[in-house]
């Protein structure tokens, strides 16, 4: 089994870069199924997760040629002949059900295996059948399956706009539906949607397909449906959680790490919370910074994580890392994902002393962490369990790196680039 091994200690310092976002590239990868020609993605991240994205086309019937090099990935849907994501792949990514907006909206039906739990909590899909119910779908579900289809006998009948009011602002949800609403006849209005920049990305993009939407990044998102749609050429968004990753590293165990494509004004809230904490960050313009660790000076604060513009739950175990070495007590409060504690038993294990209350997590900062063998539980509770090998006393064994690959591009390497002792062994 692969495993990552850190000697912690090692001081953090020149420059790192941000690669593509990956919560944009796979809704992005989705939505080209709605064109009726190719389209060229660059700047697409090489990970596990854009793999499984590419088998999802593949798997559909669509054409997609990989340039790994330059990281260009070009998607023809014209040969699209199959509506269903088959439970081997939706198990391994959740994400998989974004196809299911663009199919229903493209083909009239779809056919996608029920995601399931996963390690942060139940994870429901309930608010995007909602929406494609308000818009004229009916579903069942039978073997595992959801099958959707639009709820007419007339031969290619489409979804109808109407009104969708998300109970919560569910980034999925709003991004199925969105996608939904690019094809269906006449307008879709989007009420509590989520306002990540992942959404802006993903509504520029389909724009520049010929869609027509406005308001994306605000709570009321507004489709026009259009006939058909064109293939485009788009660059994807650097990943702001990938940055907030290096950041928090950085203020860790940093002595002035550059860091290209940060895009900071997508994270402004987590800037906040670091320099809350002491963490010196300096802006160099709207895509770069730099970082600066008085450790000395360092202060504890209070986190809640909430949807965007709140804080990150997707930062919240690698700024748990950071406080559990901020000298007094922090408390980080989780409001997304009921169960996304479970790497606190990890960190413990290294010398941190977090203690679980409900949905809150008490963290008295100690002196130093102790290198240990740890899990991965998930995606971002393996980053912070690197984070926390790197800034450790002796070795770190973090195991089931699998988590981590599907969303970090050139980890170890980006890593070792600045000065940290880490390698992955088999
Ligand atoms: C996306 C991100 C993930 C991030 C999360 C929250 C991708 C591929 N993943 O996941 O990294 O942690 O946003 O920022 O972009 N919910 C329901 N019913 C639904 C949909 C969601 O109850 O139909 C609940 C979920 O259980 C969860 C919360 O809403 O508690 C947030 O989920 P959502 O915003 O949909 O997250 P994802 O899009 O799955």
Redesign the pocket.
Known sequence: MEKFIINGGKTLSGKVKISGA??SA??LMAASILADSKTILRNVPEIE?VNIMIEVLRTLGAVVDVDVENKVVEIDPGSISSYEAPYELVRKM??SI?VAGPLLSKFGKVKVAIPGGCN???????????GFEDMGAKYSIEHGYINCQVDSNEAGAKLFGTMVNL?????????NIMMAGCLADGQTVINNA?R?P?IVDLANFLNSMGADIQGAGADCIIVNGVKSLDGTDYEVMPDS?EAGTFITAAGLCGDRVEIENARWKNLEIFYSKLKEIGVNISIVDENNISVDAPREVYRPTNISTL??PGF???LQPIITVLLSVVPGVSIVTEN???NRFMYVDELNRMGADVKIDGHHAVIKGVEKLSGAPVRSFD??AGAAMVLAGLAAEGSTEVSDIHHIQRGYEDFVKKLRNLGADIRKVS
């Open positions: 990956k919560n796979l809704k997760d959740r994400a974004l942060i909590g139940s994870r429901q899909i309930d608010l995007h059948l909602k109970d919560f602002p569910s980034r999925g949800a709003t991004e989520a990540e992942e959680i949807p965007y990150p739950t997707d997304v994902f009921e995606l971002r």
